[in-house]
């Protein structure tokens, strides 16, 4: 005889989750992810290659999210990697890596968590990837980029729009851009 709560005979486990398979349960994940836009240039090319200078490198990154359909956003990580001498140019890199995210039962601030801090940080180590194999075909290293704490940006970035909703006298909920 099966005991009570035996999983072979007592499939619905959380009662509280609802009669007949309701879907309530708050979820969230990587759909799809995909090279959006990239642009690699070497602008000196071949000059830059005697260049003996030592060259001052820039990267800047931004997010952005924005919603396809009921469930479905698009989240978009722009990163941009400028490789500069004192003689001029050698490469810039400007990559835009998307990816469809579904959530589904997930109260608003968890969402924008999920898309502004969580979602970038999935997609960072394969944006990354592609960064470097656009630097190494340039002819150069390959620019491996560093860690990105994007949780700890995020709240950051919470934490100066509550300063500065405080500092105007407004309470407004977290939107946009990261």
């Not at 979820?27 to 830059?48: F, H, M, R, T, W």
């Amino acid at each position: 005889m099966a005991d009570e709560g035996d999983v072979l005979t007592d499939l619905n486990m959380d009662p509280a989750a609802g009669a007949n398979g309701a879907d309530n349960q708050p979820v969230a994940g990587i759909i799809q992810q995909y090279v959006k836009d990239l642009s690699v240039e070497n602008p000196n090319a071949p000059a830059c290659f005697q260049w003996q200078s030592q060259p001052e490198v820039d990267i800047q990154f931004n997010i952005a999210a924005q919603q396809i359909d009921g469930e479905v956003h698009e989240v978009e990580l722009k990163i941009n990697v400028t490789s500069k001498t004192k003689e001029g140019t050698i490469y810039l890199v400007e990559l835009s890596y998307a990816a469809l995210v579904g959530m589904r039962n997930l109260p608003d601030e968890q969402a924008h968590h999920f898309l502004y801090a969580e979602a970038p940080r999935l997609l960072f180590p394969f944006a990354r990837r592609v960064v470097a194999d656009a630097t190494r075909d340039t002819g150069f290293q390959p620019m491996q980029i560093e860690p990105i704490d994007f949780n700890g940006l995020y709240m950051q970035q919470l934490q100066r729009r509550a300063e500065e909703q405080a500092a105007a006298g407004g309470d407004m909920p977290p939107a946009g851009e990261a």
